[in-house]
């Protein structure tokens, strides 16, 4: 005896007949109709033979075509189903790798490190009265969440603080798997419109000229111009932003490593912190948000800093008593460790270095052309 037929197979059986007859001339409506079910349960089917790829697209939706394009000719800087990996600030295992699964989704469920979280103190957040539909946020609103289910556009949030005059210095880590049209970190004015995009899949970030972003394919975009600015970064990368209001300028770092300055002549305007994705169930977090005000004990330690670059933290090599250090620590702890020291280029990347020669000589000279003005 023939074993029981399931569902699935009798409906794509009477659908293959169906569309095999002559009625499909006669319906064209139903004939389309007829081919949408049999698309689904051909996926369905396929999904329960076992893995067999990614089967989604860049950001999350699925993808009837069935050939698989070649990622590995793609040049860094275009955007990628596949999420990026090698770039995590930690050599923990589940960021330096992604492990093969039938589904993209399920690689949100890698549990996250907490390697580089060591502030406990932080001078903003993300805003809850500011952000698109596609956002929920977690961990005391440091974490966002960008489309929880699937994706049908581009998500954004800004920070609760606007970014007043001074020096401000934040860091983002990649907590989920990076890929898709763009996901993206940078700064940007009031009058962006977060939720403008929930329904284009866009880099939200520079497409304007009141923001600018750096996208993870390397890419810094402002104006809607794009420019070649880095390697990418992917999940368990640490992107710092540096914006220092009183020189006007903006300084973007991975994984702690100066990477360039992205902008100068940001004097007299009004900043927030911004980051968007189009990516389904991807997430990024604040594990570093600090301010201070630009005075002669700020200018000593940055210029400490850029003579002592070797030391992951200045403070360790000065002949301080404990106490002032501990001060020192507690008010200009992030410039004492920040890393403006350059190197060379990494041969494998065609988009750019993870260090640009002009970080240090670009931010000294802004200070000693700002220094002489006053």
Request: hydrophobic share 30%; glycine share 8%.
């Amino acid at each position: 005896m023939e074993p029981a037929r399931t569902m699935a197979e009798l409906i794509s059986t009477s659908a293959d007949a169906y569309l095999r007859g002559g009625s499909m001339a006669r319906r064209p409506r139903s004939s389309r109709a007829w081919r949408f079910v049999l698309s689904g349960v051909r996926r369905e089917a396929d999904g329960r033979a076992g893995p067999r790829g990614w089967g989604y697209d860049s950001d999350g939706q699925h993808s009837d075509s069935d050939s698989e394009p070649e990622f590995s000719s793609l040049s860094p800087s275009i955007p990628s189903a596949i999420p990026v990996t090698g770039e995590s600030y930690c050599n923990c295992e589940n960021q330096s790798e992604a492990p093969y699964c039938s589904s993209l989704h399920a690689l949100h469920r890698v549990r996250d490190c907490r390697c580089g979280e060591e502030d406990e103190y932080f001078d903003w957040v993300w805003d809850e009265l500011n952000k698109s539909t596609a956002t929920l946020l977690t961990c005391d609103n440091r974490k966002v969440n960008f489309h929880m289910e699937y994706s049908c556009g581009t998500a954004a949030i800004r920070g609760n603080k606007e970014l007043a005059e001074g020096q401000h210095f934040w860091e983002i880590k990649m907590t989920s798997p990076v890929y898709g049209t763009d996901m993206m970190v940078g700064i940007g004015t009031s009058d962006v419109n977060l939720d403008k995009y929930r329904h284009t899949f866009c880099s939200l970030l520079g497409k304007d000229e009141d923001s600018w972003g750096l996208s993870y394919t390397g890419l810094l975009h402002h104006k809607g111009d794009k420019t070649n600015f880095s390697s990418r970064f992917g999940q368990g990368s640490i992107i710092g932003v540096h914006l220092d209001t009183w020189h006007g300028t903006l300084t973007f770092f991975k994984n702690r490593k100066c990477i360039g300055v992205a902008a100068t002549k940001l004097q007299n305007k009004k900043f927030y912190p911004m980051v968007c994705s189009t990516a389904a169930k991807s997430s990024m977090k604040v594990i570093r948000s600090c301010a201070s005000r630009t005075s002669l004990q700020y200018l000593c330690c940055f210029r400490l800093r850029q003579l002592l670059p070797d030391y992951v933290d200045t403070l360790e090599v000065l002949p301080l008593p404990p106490g002032l250090k501990q001060v020192l620590h507690n008010k200009l702890g992030w410039v004492l460790s920040m890393n403006y020291s350059t190197s060379k280029p990494s041969s494998s990347s065609s988009s750019g270095s993870d260090s640009d020669s002009s970080c240090g000589s670009d931010a000294e000279a802004c200070q000693r052309k700002r220094c002489r003005r006053t």
